[in-house]
């Protein structure tokens, strides 16, 4: 929430020095391993935190001490920009911070999937598309973490802004698969995916033909993402699609920037229960996408999951943990989880979706 607060604050400067300070702020925030409380002391004052300047320290200890921050809300205010913060969202409420994620994958009493157990990533990206891991690259990291598979969702020739692989480099690239797939066989098995774009009419950008080559399609919107419109129809078109595996990052919302897909979420979370499409929790830590308390909508409703990283670098796979976290917080049983299914069984359930 400090984090959060300390964005809207950022999002409402005027010089681009206080700008950056607060935003430096908030990530120094989200990113603490330890709860900001922890770095109060007995005299009221703040322990000194890195990055964490004498104005943002105002902001926390308000917060800490009051539970809201009047220098926020005053300043929010006075530029007349409440109302669009407020529309956007803008670092509030479900975004988990580093210490929220370690205490929710700490906590026993939730009765959510383990990080142990998890078995592989189904979303990330390659240098075939706008990563910067190698397939080998994802091979030995995937071996490093113990996991036994991982999707190679690189984006669809639909988004060129994301150098999305035409379907000529993806050829090429299923050859590189099946040979890294050769050597670490029993060991480590890299599943032949894409990210497709959910166009702005819900129409998935590739062709039946295209996606049956495909042993996971995770679609997802890139577009429209600021349109305070209702977009229910367009989702459950893209969940409808026959050969559509995973509804990934399904609001599109990304922290500080946009609010993402309006909808009826309910309505989409029946549907892709009765079609037996995952829905992502998406763990990059500006995405969080869907959130715990979606994600309880949809437990509810009856779906199935997919936890991922979208990890385009290396560093960047622990972003599981985070989309972990958020099942953990909406008690999401392992066994409805498909990164924990064992690799058969997920790719039996893949086989029955292709049309
Ligand atoms: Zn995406």
């Known amino acids: 929430m400090i984090a959060g607060l300390l964005r809207d604050l950022a999002s409402v400067q005027t010089t681009r020095q206080s700008k950056w300070g607060y935003a430096r702020a908030a990530d120094a925030i989200a990113g603490l391993t330890a709860p900001i409380e922890s770095f109060l002391q007995p005299d009221g004052s703040l322990r000194k935190i890195a990055q964490i300047g004498p ?45 929220e994620v370690l205490a929710a994958l700490k906590n026993r009493r939730l009765r959510g999937p383990s990080l142990a157990d998890y078995r592989g990533d189904l979303q990330m990206h390659s240098t075939y598309s706008d990563g910067s891991q190698t397939l080998e690259v994802i091979v030995e990291t995937g071996i490093a973490r113990r996991y036994e598979y991982a999707a190679v969702t690189d984006h669809s020739y639909g988004l060129p802004i994301a150098r999305g692989v035409s379907m000529a480099r993806l050829a090429t690239q ?58 229910t129809a367009r989702i459950l078109k893209a969940v409808r699609t026959p050969g559509v595996h995973i509804l990934g990052h399904p609001r599109g919302r990304k922290q500080g920037v946009r609010p993402g897909v309006n909808a009826n979420w309910d309505r989409i979370f029946e549907a892709a229960a009765r079609a037996t499409v995952a829905v992502e929790i998406d763990g990059d830590p500006r995405r969080q996408d869907i959130d715990h308390e979606l994600a309880r909508r949809a437990l509810d409703a009856g779906c199935i999951f997919s936890l991922d990283s979208d990890a385009h670098a290396a560093e960047e796979w622990a972003y599981a943990e985070i989309a972990i976290a958020h099942a953990r917080l909406a008690h999401i049983p392992p066994e409805r989880v498909i990164n924990y299914w064992p690799l058969d069984f997920l790719l039996d359930w893949s086989a029955n979706l292709r049309d």
Do not use: C, W, Y
């Open 55 to 99: 104005s943002s320290t105002r902001v926390v200890l308000e917060v800490l001490q009051t539970g809201a921050s009047p220098t926020v809300e005053r300043a929010l205010a006075d530029r007349g920009k409440r109302h669009e913060v407020e529309k956007t969202g803008v670092g509030r409420d479900t975004f988990l911070s580093r210490a």
């Open 174 to 231: 299923h050859r590189d698969i099946d040979r890294l797939n050769e050597i670490h066989a029993g060991r480590f098995r890299l599943i032949k995916g894409i990210e497709a774009n959910i166009l702005a009419d819900g129409t998935v950008d590739m062709t039946p033909a295209e996606r049956r080559g495909l042993e996971i399609v995770v679609a997802a919107p890139h577009s429209a993402l600021r349109s305070s419109a209702d977009q």
